[in-house]
């Protein structure tokens, strides 16, 4: 598939999370869902952003969004991996895609290389800030899954499925902070 771009619609995709099975990407409850594309619950600045999504979940809820994680982890590492940093009731869904079927389909590529994953410039600058808070969060290196050179994403869709914000980041320190999103919504 190509990448999506804003005002096309966003297959309804139907998942597995941590937890549950059988999920639609949006079923209406919601005025708008985002999709916070990382790599795996085991690289320790992904676990660091869905820790956060989920500590600040009603921050979104209040503005009518509702927010899943989309990881290469199968539902065990998923489970395994809350239970161990005792978060197993976090506030945010993560979308367990270990054949990585919804990547493929929205065309979320990978980096050529660690140089380009980590950015240059100014997303190399907030790459490195986001180390340092997930450091200080204590989070460590858990197994590895997947593409380890997997590009991050995000994207805004309403509940008709209309695509309201596309983020193909083009490394790891190009994606929108909680605070930035939050913002556009």
């Known amino acids: 598939m190509t990448r999506i771009n804003v005002g096309e619609t966003m297959p309804d995709f139907v998942f597995n999370t941590g937890y549950r099975s059988d999920v639609h990407l949006y079923d209406g409850t919601y005025a708008r869902t985002v999709l916070w594309v990382v790599r795996y619950i085991g690289c320790p600045p992904c676990r660091y952003d869905a820790h956060v999504i989920g500590q600040r979940i009603n921050e979104f809820k209040a503005k009518n969004a509702n927010v899943f994680v989309l990881m290469q982890s199968d539902q065990e590492h998923i489970q395994e991996d809350l239970e161990r940093t ?31 994953l980590r950015g240059e410039g100014s ?33 805004i869709i309403d509940r008709n499925g209309t695509v ?21 919504l």
């Open 123 to 155: 997303e190399y600058e907030r790459y490195l800030a986001k180390g340092a808070l997930t450091k200080e969060a204590g989070y460590t290196h858990g197994d590895y899954e997947g593409d380890e050179l997997q590009l991050p994403a995000q994207f």
């Open 86 to 116: 005792g978060e197993p009731d976090l506030a945010v869904e993560i979308i367990s895609d270990p054949e990585m079927k919804i990547y493929k389909a929205l065309d979320i590529r990978s980096a050529v290389d660690k140089t380009e």
């Open 164 to 184: 309201l914000f596309a983020n193909y980041a083009r490394s790891m320190g190009g994606m929108l902070t909680v605070d930035e999103l939050l913002e556009k």
